[in-house]
């Protein structure tokens, strides 16, 4: 099989912002040519990474990894619970010490909105940095598994109807989607509490009831709700946000005919959306995580030609 060059550069990945148009499709693009085993891998047996997570994660940490060993790179491991961040060292000098080892790439998660700001602008630190989720402000390896699954829904993004839903307001993967739906053509709609919907989505999309959203729309994207993020101030039960915001079986049965539900897990069951919808036909909240792989493949390989570019 031919090796196809990604012909994306990046130097770091750290919001969706920071992207063009190009760079988007060209990402999901190559994450379809993994995943269809059109093209042999890239194989960087020679290199080393790590993922620092700092906040609890299934997929993204673990689809990275498996993406990180799909590629032949030397993954080194790092547990916050045994490392000298128990000894009160920083982010910082974590990162620092990675990119010392010998680190080229570091995955990282971290509940501090925009901490990769001191670590992109070090004149020390030479390890790229992908965001793997900053607080609720960035998540953009989700937001272009999520484009990857609807280009492949529909083959483009212009003109469709897309609706984010939910807890909006501690959302990275609503920040990180949003932006970027609007520029690629998509019109957006919003739902969910109103105590998590702020002018700030406004210039991005509309506000509408989930009765009305289940009817207009061609992707329905599902939040989850951040519990950890409330601090126990949340004014609803569980039952009452399925059935004032949640996709019930009743609401299923109203969206259109071709449309489908995404949600980026992991999911509370009967909260944002009935335990007996999660594997329904029209879910993808399945292929999102295995799209999950092939575009953390694309992403990190784009990454490592940008290190690659700087050299030569
Ligand atoms: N979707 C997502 O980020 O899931 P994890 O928190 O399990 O990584």
């Known amino acids: 099989m031919p090796v196809v060059d990604n012909k994306v ?8 912002e920071l992207l063009t148009n190009e760079e988007v499709i060209g990402l999901i693009m190559r994450g379809e040519q993994f995943k269809s085993k059109q093209v042999a891998c890239p194989h960087y047996q020679d290199k080393f990474v790590t993922n620092l997570f700092f906040e609890n994660s299934t997929r993204t940490h673990k689809s990275f990894e498996v993406a990180e060993h799909q590629l032949g790179l030397n993954v080194i491991a790092f547990d916050t619970d045994t490392s000298s961040i128990q000894k009160g060292e920083t982010l910082y000098d974590t990162v620092l010490t990675m990119s010392a080892l010998g680190a080229e790439v570091c995955v990282i998660r971290h509940p501090e909105e925009d901490y990769y700001k001191s670590l992109i602008t ?8 992908i965001n793997g989720g900053d607080g609720s402000g960035q998540h953009p390896s989700q937001c272009l598994l999520d484009l990857m ?20 307001t501690h959302s990275r993967v609503a920040k990180s989607n949003m932006q970027i739906l609007n520029r690629l053509g998509a019109t957006l709609y919003f739902s969910g509490p109103q105590q998590w919907y702020s002018k700030e989505f406004d210039a991005y999309g509309q506000y ?8 207009e729309v061609d992707v329905l994207m599902l939040l989850r709700v951040q519990h950890e ?6 004014s609803f039960s569980k039952e009452s946000y399925h059935q004032l915001h949640g996709l019930t079986p009743k609401r299923y049965h109203k969206l259109k005919k071709h449309a489908i539900i ?32 092939y575009v953390r493949m694309a992403i ?8 690659a570019a700087k050299i030569n």
Do not use: C, W
């Open 9 to 16: 550069t990046l130097n770091h990945l750290v919001s969706m």
């Open 122 to 129: 070090s004149p020390t630190i030479t390890a790229s940095i």
């Open 149 to 168: 699954t609807i280009y492949e829904e529909y083959g483009h993004f212009d003109g469709l109807k897309i609706a984010i839903v939910g807890d909006l």
């Open 208 to 215: 509408l009831a989930m009765d009305r959203i289940v009817e």
């Open 229 to 234: 993020r409330h601090d126990g101030q949340e």
């Open 262 to 293: 995404m949600h980026p897990a992991p999911v509370n069951r009967d909260v944002e959306i009935a335990d007996s919808l999660v594997e329904a036909e029209k879910s993808r909240i399945v292929r999102q995580m295995t799209n999950g792989v």
């Open 300 to 307: 990190i390989e784009a990454i490592l030609n940008g290190r």
